[in-house]
Each structure stands twice: as C-alpha cells, then as structure tokens.
C-alpha cells in the first residue's frame, strides 16, 4: 500500500493587511491489489506543511507512513513540493469586505463576491458571511420605493443619522485616503422595547440579511472578537447591540471596558497592540467600516468617550408599529435593500478616483459650517456633522443621477438632513 500527496491549490488568505497561506492537498491510496481510494481533501497553513505531522491529524490510520524515518519523510516531503510546483493552482482568497484595488481596480468585496470584477473570491467567517450583496436584479423604481418606506419609519431625527451612516459607510476607503476618516460610533439610546434593535437589523439589511436577533456583536461578546470584527467588516456598517443594566457591578464595569474600547476604536481608528510570544509587539485590529451602537443607558466613559459618540435619544413611540416598518421588513427580507446598495456602489465605481479629493473639500466645508455656527461642541461633534452630512448628501446625488428624485427636491433634503444634525448635536452638547 502506499499514499501519495497532491497539492491541488495554493491559497492566499488577504484580509487586507496580512496575507497567510495554506495548501489544499488530495491524497491518493493505492491498495495492494492496485486500486486508488482518494481520501478526503485537506486544508493545512503552509508553515505546517514541511513537519509531515498534518497527515495523522487530518487522516488518521488511513495515511500511516510505513517504517516513518526522517529519510522516508523528507522524501514525501520532497515530492510533494514538486508536484505542488507543477500542478497546485494559486489563488487568493479576500477576508474582508469592503473596496480592494484588484488588477488595477477598485472592486467592492462582500459575503456573495466581488461587484465591479470577476474572478476574486471572499469568504467570510461565521455570522459575518450574512454580509452578502447577491441577489437577484430588481426593478430600480420598485426598489427605491421600498427605500421610500424606510425613510418613513420614523421621524427625520431617528432615520437621518442611520440613513446617512448606511451610505456614508461605502465611502469610508476614500476617506482614509484623504486623510479624513470617519472617526465616531453612532449611539440609539432607548429603553427596551423601544424597537432600536429592529431599526438597527434594518440599517444592516442594505448590506445583507440581518434581523434583530441575527446582529453580528452583542455586549455578550469579548472586546477582541468585536475589534476583529470591526476590521474584517471594512467600508460596511456594523451594529454592537444592547448595552444594558447590569445585575452586578462586575458585569457592568464589563460591558463599559467594551464600550470604551469601540468609542476609542472607533473615534480614534485605532485597535489596540498586543505582544505575541516571541515578546516583539504586533499592531491590533483599526475598525474600518461604521458601527451603531444600540443602549437602554449611557455608559460612564467619560467626556473624551463620550464626546466620540453621536447620541439620538428615543422616545417610547419615536419608532411606532406601522406598516411603513412592516413593509420595510419584507422589503429587507426580499433583498430590496441590498439591491439598492449594489446599485449605489456600482454608482461610485466610476467616481473612485476622483472621491478622495472631492471628499476632503466637503468634509472641510461642513466642518467650517460647524464651527461658523457654533456646532463644533468638544472638537468632534463638527466633525460628525460633517462625515454624517456627507453620507446624506451622496445619497440624494444618487437619487438625482438615478432620475428618483428631482435636484430641487435633493436641496431641499439636504438642508433639512442640516437642520436634523445640528439640532442633535445642540442637545447633545448642553447635556
């Protein structure tokens, strides 16, 4: 009987950052009657490949190296490379989400592919994978008006900071090359059963399908799986749902350690560094998308914290039971929402040149509007002013592109979108 080992791929996993490989490896047995049985196909980091210890994991007796000397491994070894040489097919494998230039172009990666470029494959980990922009082509006009109904779920001060946060997201990547970022978490604070999680499942149904028990991080989960989230989940929106009483003193100082480390990740696009066992320091995990975070109250973490956060405080009834938040979840389901979101991107495609640039000019304008009218509040409130006005004010030039909505009509939202963020950030800073 004898085994042999053929490396089929040699794969690339790229999270945008680092780039680990692995080999995918078929293994044959020839019985001693001359017949082949395949065993099952085997996924191994290429850093373990040489040691020869995977074959006994991976396929126990069935694999057994007959009399395993060094020489007889070194020889398994040795063949295996050169087939793997020859035959392995190579590919990289993206990990992320979010705008990747691939061949020379800006491409958009999500759960279900790649819009704007063929030939690359994602492949997202465990909830995250709900990030899935595929779907069938919708009509547009019947799309936007399910768009139309989201607007109208609640009044402008609930949607428009979600609203602007949803389409700000895609253009994070530009942002960071203009050197302007946005840097802040966008805070719903209401008591429960005030349906902020179900307006938060629907803010991320325009980048997949999420219901409110389905969100990708709770105050359950451990601050490095969110960081690590936060940096898988690039140019999207994410949601950290429920900061709630606690029972005890220990879970509530808990979930505040949490809260600070998102308000610092996130206003300050930082992760935090960490040594490994060698004792040199590796860098952390730097959120690269937007996250809404949803509470029942406000952590104590401090004026710098807090001045991180953009707050819309919830009435009881601010987000009713109606039938625009009924249909506004069929749409989501039916996959609405992420059609219009393709839609908006393959929109910014032709712009990705040119989005730096006209960026930083904006960001620049509405933050010296800000400060000429006294909106600033710590330094930072300005700033949301302006990343959240801009987010608002590329969807409504979508809109006008996209024959929706008329450019006076788009004005007119514009400056009521204005009026909506200022007026939060005016109460906010007197608190």
């Not at 302007?180 to 059963?193: A, D, H, K, M, W």
């Not at 029972?247 to 808990?254: C, G, L, P």
């Not at 002013?385 to 592109?401: A, N, P, V």
């Amino acid at each position: 009987m004898r085994i042999f080992y053929v490396p089929v791929e040699d794969i690339l996993y790229d999270d945008g950052n680092e780039q680990v490989r692995f080999f995918r490896i078929k293994g044959l047995k020839r019985l001693d009657e001359g017949s082949l049985i395949t065993l099952p196909p085997v996924t191994i980091k290429a850093a373990d490949a040489a040691s020869m210890n995977w074959i006994t994991t991976n396929w126990g007796f069935e694999a057994n190296i007959h009399c395993p000397s060094q020489s007889n491994k070194d020889s398994l070894r040795s063949i295996m490379f050169t087939v793997g040489e020859k035959s392995a097919v190579q590919k990289t494998i993206f990990t992320h989400t979010g705008w990747r230039e691939i061949n020379g172009k800006w491409c958009y990666l999500h759960g279900g592919g790649v819009i704007g470029c063929d030939n690359a494959e994602v492949r997202l980990d465990n909830k995250l994978s709900q990030y899935n922009l595929s779907g069938e082509k919708n009509n547009f006009i019947s799309v936007s008006d399910a768009v139309c109904d989201f607007f109208r779920i609640a009044k402008p001060k609930v949607m428009y900071p979600v609203i602007a946060s949803i389409f700000l997201s895609p253009l994070n990547e530009f942002f960071r090359q203009a050197g302007c970022e946005p840097s802040f978490v966008l805070y719903y604070l209401g008591r429960t059963q005030s349906r902020k999680s179900t307006l938060a499942a629907l803010s991320l149904s325009f980048f997949g399908k999420f219901t409110s028990s389905s969100l990708p991080s709770s105050f359950k989960d451990t601050a490095n799986a969110i960081e690590k989230k936060g940096y898988i989940l690039k140019d999207v929106l994410t949601v950290v749902d429920d900061f709630h009483p606690a029972t005890n003193f220990r879970e509530r100082q808990n979930m505040e350690q949490i809260m600070q480390a998102i308000s610092r990740g996130y206003g300050d696009r930082t992760g935090r560094d960490r040594m490994t066992s060698d004792i040199t320091i590796r860098g952390g995990y730097a959120p690269r998308g937007n996250v809404i975070v949803t509470g029942e109250d406000f952590p104590s973490i401090g004026q710098s914290g807090t001045a991180r956060n953009f707050i819309v405080e919830l009435e009881p009834n601010d987000i009713p039971v109606s039938d625009y938040l009924s249909r506004s979840q069929q749409f989501a389901a039916e996959g609405y929402f992420t059609a219009f979101m393709r839609e908006y991107i393959e929109w910014l495609i032709p712009q990705t040149e040119q989005l730096p640039n006209k960026l930083k000019l904006k960001f620049l304008h509405y933050r010296n509007m800000s400060i000429e009218e006294n909106f600033s509040g710590y330094g930072r409130t300005g700033e949301i002013i302006s990343w959240l006005m801009i987010g608002f004010e590329f969807l409504t030039k979508f809109l006008c592109d996209s024959h929706i909505l008329k450019e006076s009509q788009a004005k007119e939202m514009d400056e009521k979108s204005w009026k909506v963020f200022t007026e939060l950030a005016i109460s906010q800073i007197e608190k």
